[in-house]
């Protein structure tokens, strides 16, 4: 088969691939409904986090199970799946705290950018939906995969409550289902910081009060304005820069919460600054699998459409215009059809 293959920065290939099988009797084997490209795949594409060679690319997926290791029992050919970019055994001590991207026997996904895909722990990771989905809601259900899912994970870290003032950090595709998650969440106000029209756009659809243009120490400022010199009751930071992280423990109240959930990169964090800032931290890899049901019940029941930040879709073998849009910023997030 063929597949996404990153050789070097700015240079994604869609070439010929081993087809995936089973190798442990753990193992699940999917034909992908639909794949993506994900805003933490711009990281090594932009020549940002190194690589040693040629790296297939992909860790967001949903499809329909093609083969099953001898070992599992949850999952069976014919159903429709979705599973984290995380895999776990969902049995392990940190799987049952709710921190299956910790899962001690985890492994990251990283050839989803083709038409097949092979999934470890299959019955600790996948979720079956109740039938197989129609064609409109498999942006939705596919965003769960990862984005959807880092997006809640960010409001959960957060500790959204109804009635919050609640500011994101990140108008990328995590950053606006941080939006939808603190909405759904019960959140009052909502304060999206976006400069780009179409994704202020859609944080407003998406349940954002307020926008704040501002970067740095002027969108501090602004957050300061918008809550009478106080801050918000939580930040959600999206992004993993120093400007990012620094915006958002700045932008919140004392005794506050900021989860953070973008991929650092050259993040740093000063102890004197952490003490008398009084807030609490909380985030890393989101625990996708914890919240899977949950969210696939709420797509399935038309209450939220995280598929909306899919503005651009392309055939697979079209991936590396994929990657160039969102690295130009031409498209938020862009859906692959295999």
């Known amino acids: 088969m063929r597949g996404a293959v990153l050789y070097g920065p700015g240079d994604v290939r869609f070439e010929e ?15 992908m409904s639909a794949a993506c490209i994900c805003g933490s795949d711009l ?11 040629p790296t297939p690319m992909g860790h967001e997926y949903c499809g329909i199970v093609e083969e099953v290791g001898n070992a ?33 026997h985890r492994e990251f996904i990283t ?35 990862d984005v959807m ?16 003032t609640v ?25 999206a910081m976006s400069r780009h029209d ?30 009478k ?29 900021v989860s953070y959930v973008g991929v650092p990169h050259g993040v740093e964090l000063t102890g004197q600054e952490l003490f008398f800032a009084h807030v609490h931290l909380h985030g890393g890899p989101a625990p996708v699998r914890r919240y899977l049901p949950k969210l696939i019940d709420l797509v399935l029941n038309g209450k939220i459409n995280p598929g909306k930040v899919f503005d651009l879709t392309l055939p697979l073998d079209q991936v590396a215009e994929g990657y160039r849009a969102m690295d130009e910023r031409r498209a938020i997030k862009t859906l692959l059809r295999p």
């Open 167 to 191: 500011a994101v950090v990140g108008d990328g595709a995590v950053g606006l289902l941080g939006v939808l998650s603190a909405k759904q969440m019960g959140a009052e106000r909502i304060i």
């Open 198 to 227: 179409s994704r202020q756009k859609l944080a407003r659809e998406f349940g954002a009060t307020d926008i704040v243009t501002e970067r740095g120490d002027e969108g501090v400022a602004r957050i300061k304005e918008l809550t």
């Open 149 to 164: 899912g880092t997006g809640w994970f960010a409001a959960d870290a957060a500790n959204v409550k109804p009635g919050m």
């Open 43 to 53: 990281w090594p594409y932009r020549g940002i986090s190194p690589f040693a060679e």
């Open 229 to 257: 010199g106080l801050g918000a009751d939580t930040v959600l930071e999206c992004v993993g820069t120093q400007e990012s992280m620094m915006q958002a423990i700045r932008s919140t109240r004392p005794g506050g919460y």
């Open 72 to 104: 599992v029992r949850s999952v069976k050919p014919g159903q429709f799946v979705i599973g984290s970019f995380a895999t776990s055994d969902n049995t392990c001590p940190n799987c049952r705290y709710g921190y299956q991207s910790s899962c001690v």
């Open 111 to 145: 050839h989803a950018q083709a038409p097949v895909l092979r999934v470890p722990l299959a019955d600790g990771t996948l979720v079956t939906t109740p039938e197989v989905p129609s064609a409109d809601l498999i942006p939705s259900l596919l965003a769960l995969s």
């Open 17 to 31: 691939r081993p087809a995936p099988t089973i190798i442990k009797p753990t193992d699940a084997v999917i034909r």
